[in-house]
């Protein structure tokens, strides 16, 4: 991770800044040999850091603090190493998507290659080698894991109890693209991204602009985010609906790719015709003809009116619930690279003095009473309060923990 943290850090004893500059730099290579590195963002607890040591090959290493493993929600929701912790690779001989680098950037090892010459070679030299060593593979980041991995960082899982609009939303994304490598010549996400933007939002028009100008010179492929609109049947191929289409392209798109991104997922296609929520599309598209763009891969997530990723329907009442309140809390998306990008049905409030962990039921899939009382004894043998909500015909919304913050800085 990048030095940009927002709160003083203590390392081996003496309190540093995020502009403590070349002392930092100092005091993190005696701690990663020795000492140990915490966060002060919580007013009376120490919560410990990892101090990283990035390029290894270089003559002069950088050194980095980062989360220690299982506290990100233990920080201030302010605080820069807040967040979800993601799963770790140790149990997996592959390699990760995802690499930390040491600016604070992390680099992604997509599924497909941009450069639509390159994936021709690409294809021509796989036929004339062997398979790789096992051991050697690397996971690769398709639309879905980039997607959320965007959405993470944007910090869109999180509610901060201010409404949040689909502008503010694309802002996010595009700054969040910004901190992703996508190739060894260190070009960006955002440089490869388009985003369905409403008339007048002048940022996302001119950023397309130089997306679309970026790819006619280099005959690549791109990737489009928007919120997915309905659309008919009638043909077999057909025009890619966004919501919001300002400064897009004509994109092709096969009933059969439409139809396959949302079978068996009976909740989006309810969304698609309500005004609930939204289905967040993703999709990598390529130049087809002078004026058109073809859909080559699909995928998507769905989420509440403010953006927060949901995949039932007592996830978006509950989500609904907690926003009219204005509570502040996180939505947990799962480890990278997972096919199941949620956990459990779990929202966590941030504005109480202890994490209160809320789990949420459809009364058609009830899990049994031991395990409840299981998973309530585990969190409350951390000091974290739990509670739970059953999704049933005139169920009543549980009384939630008083909230000890004013509120939390939109981002």
């Known amino acids: 991770m990048s030095q940009a943290?927002?709160?003083?850090?203590?390392?081996?004893?003496?309190?540093?800044?995020q502009s403590s500059g070349n002392r930092l730099q100092e005091a993190l290579q005696i701690?990663?040999?020795?000492?140990r590195s915490f966060c002060l963002c919580c007013t009376g607890k120490q919560i410990p850091l990892v101090v990283k040591r990035y390029n290894k090959d270089n003559v002069v290493p950088h050194y980095g603090l980062a989360?220690?493993?299982?506290?990100?929600?233990?920080h201030d929701a302010d605080c820069y190493f807040f967040g979800e912790d993601t799963e770790s690779q140790e149990s997996s001989t592959n390699l990760p998507a995802f690499e930390e680098l040491a600016n604070g950037q992390s680099r992604a090892y997509l599924s497909i290659a941009l450069n639509i010459i390159e994936r021709n070679m690409?294809?021509?030299?796989?036929?004339?080698?062997?398979?790789?060593?096992?051991?050697n593979k690397r996971d690769r980041a398709n639309e879905v894991t980039l997607l959320l991995k965007l959405w993470r960082l944007a910090g869109l899982n999180i509610y901060r109890g201010q409404d949040r609009r689909w502008y503010q939303a694309t802002f996010n994304l595009l700054k969040a693209a910004k901190q992703i490598v996508i190739n060894k010549e260190g070009e960006t996400l955002d440089q490869y991204?388009?985003?369905?933007?409403?008339?007048?939002?002048?940022?996302?028009?001119?950023?397309?602009?130089h997306v679309l100008d970026h790819a006619k010179k280099k005959y690549t492929r791109l990737f489009v985010i928007g919120r997915l609109k309905a659309y008919g049947r009638d043909k077999s191929r057909q025009m890619l609906q966004f919501k919001d289409f300002h400064g897009l392209p004509r994109i092709a798109v096969k009933l059969d790719q439409l139809d396959a991104f949302l079978q068996d997922k009976p909740f989006y296609q309810e969304l698609l015709n309500k005004e609930e929520g939204h289905i967040i599309a993703i999709a990598c598209i390529e130049p087809s003809t002078k004026e058109w763009w073809s859909v080559l891969h699909l995928n998507g997530i769905s989420t509440s009116t403010q953006m927060v990723p949901v995949e039932k329907s007592e996830e978006l009442l509950f989500e609904a619930y907690l926003s009219s309140l204005k509570r502040k809390f996180i939505k947990p998306l799962a480890h990278d690279g997972s096919t199941q990008y949620l956990q459990r049905s779990e929202f966590i409030l941030l504005d109480t003095p202890t994490r209160t962990y809320c789990e949420v039921f459809d009364f058609t899939a009830l899990p049994a009473t031991s395990d409840l009382a299981e998973r309530s004894s585990k969190h409350r043998s951390k000091g974290q309060?739990?509670?739970?909500?059953?999704?049933?015909?005139?169920?009543?919304?549980?009384?939630?923990?008083a909230s000890n913050k004013i509120g939390l800085s939109e981002t």
Not at 5 to 17: A, K, R
């Open 5 to 17: 943290f927002t709160f003083f850090v203590d390392i081996g004893g003496t309190q540093f800044s």
């Open 122 to 135: 690409q294809a021509i030299a796989l036929k004339k080698t062997q398979p790789p060593a096992p051991g």
């Open 193 to 209: 991204l388009l985003v369905g933007s409403a008339n007048g939002d002048k940022l996302a028009f001119e950023h397309n602009h």
């Open 67 to 74: 989360r220690w493993p299982e506290t990100g929600l233990d």
């Open 385 to 401: 309060d739990y509670l739970t909500w059953i999704n049933a015909p005139g169920a009543a919304y549980p009384a939630l923990p």
């Open 31 to 35: 701690a990663h040999r020795q000492g």
